[in-house]
């Protein structure tokens, strides 16, 4: 009687009740769940999902959650798995945690997507209208279980340089505006390729963006994009000048050099993944500028 009552599922209420996803989970202590049971603690206990809503969901945020990128758009700071934190403020922290949920719900997020489709997908949050985009010092999202403490406040953690060069959605349709497949093809490339191991490959990518496109815009061919780029066309370009094109300048210079030395030169090369980003970001307004005037100069 009583091994029937073990094993043969409720029997009416005389049996044991299964335990669902979430509930095994929270009792195995899986370590790849973790992060994903703490997003939807919270996001019950703040109102943005019902204890209804939920069901079901553990897998496919778990999935989402397990990419970097995502992780990073959504300001997861899962370097403590029994106490995940968010580094995004409250309020950007559940405007995005609301759209991951909200397209969780209608299917547009869901377990049968691709490792691509879920670093497209960090990138629709990172374009999310209404976020600052500023990080904050990590703050406990773990909800407190009755009769205990909430945990105390950590220092805040190192953080984690980005190992990907920002992807701006509107680089990538200003190229693919011009026509052809190089420039859109180099761009995504170079924000898709991982820095921490291929920094080299990827500054002569970003090289080779640059004098693709300024070529495509009318620089000669004997002349370097540094050149190009002079401060008279910043004029034209409407961007900065004086003091302010020295950044701009200096970006153009180091990009030139880095990627001639590390496409030509049998030992050097560029390794400084942090300063191409930084580099690529404030030639962001610059690119757009140049691929306006190459799809000015289209026959």
């Not at 945020?61 to 300001?75: F, S």
């Not at 026509?179 to 924000?191: F, V």
């Not at 990518?205 to 002079?230: N, V």
Request: proline share 4%; hydrophobic share 35%.
């Amino acid at each position: 009687m009583w091994l029937s009552r073990i094993h043969e599922g409720e029997q009416g209420g005389i049996g044991r009740k299964k335990w669902n996803a979430d509930q095994t989970a929270r009792f195995s202590g899986d370590t790849k769940n973790k992060v994903a049971l703490s997003i939807l603690d919270y996001a019950e206990a703040e109102g943005i999902i019902t204890a209804n809503e939920r069901k079901g969901k553990l897998t496919t945020v778990q999935r989402y959650v397990a990419n970097p990128l995502v992780r990073e758009a959504l300001g997861i700071d899962n370097s403590d798995i029994d106490n995940v934190c968010r580094i995004r403020s409250k309020d950007d922290f559940d405007l995005l945690l609301r759209k991951f949920l909200g397209d969780l719900g209608r299917g547009y997020v869901n377990s049968r997507t691709t490792k691509d489709q879920h670093v497209a997908y960090a990138r629709e949050l990172a374009n999310v209208q209404g976020q600052s985009s500023q990080t904050v010092p990590p703050e406990s999202i773990k909800v407190p279980v009755a009769g205990k403490t909430a945990p105390k406040r950590r220092k805040p953690a190192k953080r984690k340089q980005p190992n990907v060069l920002t992807y701006e959605q509107d680089i990538m349709n200003a190229l693919t505006a011009l026509g052809g497949e190089k420039l859109p093809s180099l761009y995504n490339s170079i924000c898709t390729v991982p820095l921490s191991d291929h920094t080299p490959l990827v500054t002569i990518g970003s090289w080779a963006l640059l004098e693709s496109l300024s070529g495509r815009a009318g620089r000669k061919t004997d002349q370097g994009f540094p050149a190009y780029f002079s401060k008279l066309k910043l004029q034209q370009y409407g961007l900065a000048v004086g003091k302010g094109d020295k950044a701009i300048h200096d970006a153009l210079t180091r990009l030139s050099t880095s990627g001639d030395v590390t496409k030509h030169d049998g030992k050097a090369a560029f390794f400084n993944g942090p300063q191409l980003i930084n580099d690529m970001e404030t030639l962001k307004d610059l690119i757009l500028k140049c691929a306006e005037e190459a799809q000015s100069s289209k026959p």
